[in-house]
């Protein structure tokens, strides 16, 4: 089960991802990016690739 809702918050972040980087996305740099950071909850990885702490102030409420 957690395999499946890390997969979800992957693709998640995938998605906040390709919006953010517009006609620039490339899915190879979204992977070096994601995997750079070790393994760090996701909520963490998305404020480091989106400079959105939301994510991370949500995780620790």
């Given amino acids: 089960m ?3 809702t890390g997969k979800w ?6 998605g906040r991802y390709k919006d953010r980087q517009g ?10 990016d994601l995997i750079k ?3 760090l909850p996701i909520s963490v990885v998305e404020w480091i690739l ?4 939301s ?7």
């Fill in 37 to 39: 950071n070790g393994s």
């Fill in 2 to 4: 957690s395999y499946i």
């Fill in 55 to 61: 994510s991370l102030q949500k995780a620790v409420k």
């Fill in 23 to 32: 006609g620039n996305f490339r899915l190879g740099q979204f992977h070096d």
């Fill in 9 to 14: 918050q992957i693709m998640n972040l995938l």
């Fill in 50 to 53: 989106l400079d959105d702490p």
